[in-house]
């Protein structure tokens, strides 16, 4: 520990060039912010690709709104139509994008790295150099998946699962290279992801500082470094089904091709025995963050902290034997399907102990409503909605109904955006202080999270009364189906929630460069302004139409419920105006030492961490990350570094 | 919300609506709880000032009972399942009164008829394309295997629903309660045409479906 410790201080002293600072550092703080930006960018990508799709089910066979103008000799989107493979293929792009390349390297990337050093209390990881690769090998892989886009035949399209035998020959979709592309992306980013969790692995065990026990660690780093292990465990399992999916397509092979004799279930064993553990690689950091950020801000220990941890490390034991959940109806014996039940039952009850223990750190607390405070609400009852969702597709003779219906879709997204993205908005709004020396902006952050709550719930609550009336998920054209005519207004709704969600991210985009930059010019702050207020108009406006004409009438709004909305429109335009005009105060704000008194060793270094984070000496643990409101000491929190009062002491057991 | 089902046609299919119907209502149930706390919990503890929160660690009591309650409710569904998935997907009918083969391939239904031997594989049988035709109160059997890729045969009507692999044998069974015609959708991602991929149930009364068979037999014959 204390070894590598001096090796790291020992490189202050070399003249960082632009390069070995900005590019190839090593410094863990940079790597992480080289996956924050990665992951932000890859994020547009997959959300203006769902925005495109979204568009083509509410209104089918039209040109996109803004691709009108596209000669109908376009390869892609002849006059601006999506066609039923570039359909296809971008549903495929977008959870390809968001599960692998935004959630992940988000998660992953950016918080193990920045977050586990600081809050262990060491200068760095364990193997800087193999942390810089697996930043580069992660960009490769980026590089490669982006690649796909450009080749003959467009990119995969076999979904995001890739079932075979759909995704082993060219002569089923179409597409050649791009999904031997895809899986050798895949097969990268499972390099990467492997030497990340080897180094966050190796990081918490070995160099955590004197009284750190484990015990004293924050639920976060318990998240991140459960999740470490299970990456360790379920990377290679994806890797090597995406090497016999390259063997099967380019060397022809037959690991999966049934003509052959190949076996099309292996695939579906293979990927989802990753599969199902990244499900938990993506949502227990998000868990562990919530955790720690509810305590923070109701000023009191998270109510049953060990429940907190065994549930973290239940979760992923049991993780391992539930993938068969997935393929209830894929022909694999029915037999199984008894036992797959069982155990997904048993995951949800470690998943129940954690909603009612951050219930509990609510109770009787003093609750501040800080922006990362509401993302980490959001995060609780959303995942509540996708937890329980779960239940119905977990029983095998439900899910004969509901599997492969937008049921799913509804379930994945409360599961992991409602989940996952609230979680990475929480921590991205608590740490930015941290990693920017830098406030972001309060009153903006809080009409990004309305917008970005409402449109969520816009989106994806309608989509389990798709589910429930049989929608199956991936049609490119719902109004194919007789049974599925009734559902257009519900298609219409969630697309337009869509467009609200994602314009509502231009303010976040607006709230992190102004913040960072400090850009307090009045134009920017009319344009934040302007763009907040316009798009919480629109919502409203949305919303107030569709109450008084009813969601399911397909005839539009008359005149008279137009104007209704319309001022109500404008009066909510009025209102968020004069409240960001009162309120927005100054854009990018330095950061103090400790902005939310919170007590973990990150908040003890200094507010722009340098090389070796910690200064001279390392800091010294004395009591666990969530002694708040302890009776018998004067302020309301104190940090770990703290020597705890004989008085205190007694009252902490 | 479950208003939204489509009407079901199939002997059993009232028990999967049951069990969906019940856990609909037990977490709902519990989404009103647990968010009813939560609001109540935001707005009684919100910041006050002079008001400390109260320091606990937690309460093992209540821990424990919160981590029995929901196992309770997760077994009983759990067994609940079971008894139908039994019925519905692991022992098929020994004696179904009606045999067809389906063959998936992109993008339509084979559906095979035995012919008036009864047997399939021989020269009488009869192949159309996404028509399923079945008599009313009548246990059917379908036998499906798939040309190229994986697709799933769904009949959301019937509350039936089984993937097709390439080089495996699947089976669905059940009992239609209803006369008409409804749709079979394909439910797995199968390629460019997926979204389309459909075919006809057609549920005959007794009299209709002997009508048809003769007619179709006697086509085949001539």
Redesign the interface.
């Known amino acids: 520990m204390s070894d590598s410790a001096t090796a790291t201080v020992g490189h202050d002293h070399h003249e960082a060039s632009f390069i070995s600072t900005y590019v190839f550092s090593t410094d863990h703080k940079m790597i992480a912010k080289q996956f924050f930006w990665f992951a932000l960018v890859m994020m547009i990508l997959g959300g203006g690709l769902a925005l495109m799709f979204r568009w083509q089910l509410a209104w089918p066979e039209t040109s996109v709104w803004g691709f009108g103008w596209l000669s109908d000799e376009n390869e892609f989107m002849p006059t601006g139509i999506i066609g039923?493979?570039i359909?296809?293929m971008m549903i495929t792009m977008h959870a390809t994008i968001m599960v692998f390349f935004v959630i992940m390297p988000m998660f992953s990337g950016a918080f193990s790295n920045f977050l586990i050093p600081l809050m262990i209390g060491a200068r760095d990881m364990a193997f800087p150099f193999l942390n810089m690769l697996s930043f580069w090998v992660a960009a490769l892989a980026g590089v490669i998946m982006l690649a796909g886009f450009f080749v003959e035949g467009g990119h995969a399209?076999?979904?995001w699962t890739a079932?075979a035998?759909?995704s082993i020959k060219e002569e089923?979709?179409?597409v050649g290279a791009g999904q031997t592309l895809w899986a050798l992306s895949i097969f990268v980013l499972t390099i990467s992801g492997l030497m990340g969790s080897v180094n966050y692995i190796t990081t918490v065990i070995n160099m955590r500082t004197k009284g750190m026990t484990w015990f004293r660690m924050p639920t976060t780093v318990w998240a991140l470094f459960v999740v470490a292990i299970l990456s360790l465990l379920a990377l290679p399992i994806l890797g090597a089904a995406g090497v016999l999916l390259i063997f099967d397509r380019v060397f022809e092979t037959a690991f999966f091709d049934?003509?052959k004799g190949?076996?099309?279930?292996l695939w579906q064993h293979l990927f989802w025995y990753f599969g199902h553990p990244e499900v938990y690689i993506l949502i227990l950091p998000a868990m562990g963050v919530t955790s720690d950020i509810l305590s923070v801000f109701?000023?009191?220990?998270?109510?049953?902290?060990r429940?907190m941890v065994y549930a973290i490390i239940a979760i992923a034991f049991i993780g391992w034997a539930v993938w068969g959940h997935h393929m209830f109806?894929?022909?694999m014996n029915?037999?199984l399907?008894?036992a797959f039940?069982?155990t997904t039952?048993?995951i949800?009850?470690p998943s129940?102990?954690k909603?009612?223990?951050w219930?509990?750190t609510?109770?009787?607390?003093?609750?501040?409503?800080t922006v990362p405070m509401l993302h980490a609400?959001a995060f609780?009852?959303m995942f509540?909605?996708g937890g329980?969702?779960g239940?119905?597709m977990a029983?095998?003779?439900?899910d004969?109904?509901?599997?492969?219906?937008y049921f799913i879709v509804a379930h994945i997204h409360y599961v992991l955006f409602g989940g996952s993205i609230f979680g990475l908005f929480a921590g991205v709004t608590f740490w930015f202080p941290k990693m920017f020396g830098r406030m972001m902006n309060d009153s903006l952050g809080r009409v990004h999270f309305w917008i970005t709550f409402i449109g969520f719930n816009i989106i994806f609550f309608p989509m389990?009364?798709l589910g429930?009336?049989?929608h199956?998920r991936?049609?490119?054209?719902p109004m194919?189906?007789?049974?599925l005519k009734d559902f257009e207004p519900f298609n219409v709704a969630i697309t337009l929630g869509a467009l609200m969600l994602g314009m509502g991210q231009i303010i976040f985009a607006m709230n992190i460069f102004g913040s960072l930059w400090k850009l307090n010019f009045n134009w920017f702050r009319t344009a934040a302004r302007v763009v907040s207020s316009y798009l919480s108009a629109f919502i409203a406006y949305k919303f107030v139409a569709f109450y008084l004409e009813g969601l399911t009438n397909p005839t539009p709004a008359s005149f008279g419920g137009r104007m209704f909305a319309g001022i109500i429109g404008l009066a909510v335009f009025v209102w968020i105006y004069r409240y960001l005009s009162k309120k927005m105060g100054e854009i990018g704000e330095t950061a103090p030492q400790n902005p939310w008194k919170a007590n973990t060793l990150e908040w003890v270094a200094p507010v722009i961490p340098p090389h070796g984070n910690f200064g001279p000496t390392l800091p010294v643990v004395h009591r666990g990350p969530y002694e708040?409101?302890?009776?018998g000491e004067e302020d309301?929190w104190a940090p770990q570094t703290k020597p705890l009062s004989e008085e205190a002491a007694s009252?902490s057991h | 919300m479950m208003s939204w089902l489509p009407e079901n046609i199939s002997a059993h299919g009232g028990e999967i609506d049951f069990l969906f119907t019940f856990i609909y209502y037990i977490t709902s149930v519990t989404f009103f709880l647990v968010a009813a706390c939560m609001v109540a919990f935001l707005i009684l503890y919100r910041q006050k000032p002079g008001v400390q929160a109260t320091y606990t660690h937690g309460n093992k009591t209540i821990e424990i009972i919160w981590t029995v309650i929901p196992a309770i409710i997760l077994i009983v569904i759990l067994f609940l399942s079971q008894a139908s998935w039994a019925k519905l997907k692991v022992n098929p009918p020994t004696n179904p009164d009606v045999r067809l083969e389906v063959i998936g391939k992109q993008f339509n239904w084979i559906v095979i008829y035995p012919g008036p031997d009864g047997k399939f594989g021989t020269k009488d049988d009869v192949r159309l394309d996404n028509q399923v035709n079945i008599p009313i109160n009548k246990m059917v059997l379908i036998s499906m295997r798939a040309e190229d890729v994986i697709h799933s045969f769904f009949i959301p009507n019937a509350r039936v629903k089984q993937d097709i692999v390439p080089g495996r044998l699947t089976q669905v069974w059940f009992k239609p309660i209803k006369t008409g015609k409804y749709e079979i959708p394909c439910a797995e991602l199968c390629g460019t045409g997926h979204s389309g991929m459909k075919g006809e149930l057609i549920v005959h009364s007794e009299e209709s479906y002997t009508a048809f068979l003769t007619k179709l037999y006697a086509k085949k014959s001539s």
Request: proline residues 7%; positive net charge.
């Open positions: 039923p493979d359909y296809n399209a076999a979904g079932y035998p759909l089923f979709t179409g049934p003509q190949g076996q099309p279930l109701s000023r009191k220990p998270i109510f049953g902290y429940a109806q894929s022909g029915p037999r399907g008894q039940m069982t039952m048993l949800a009850i129940a102990i909603t009612f223990n219930l509990g609510l109770w009787k607390g003093s609750i501040q409503f609400l609780v009852s509540v909605i329980l969702s239940i119905f029983s095998n003779t439900v004969i109904f509901i599997h492969d219906t389990h009364i429930i009336g049989g199956m991936r049609i490119y054209n194919q189906y007789d049974f708040y409101s302890l009776p309301d009252a």
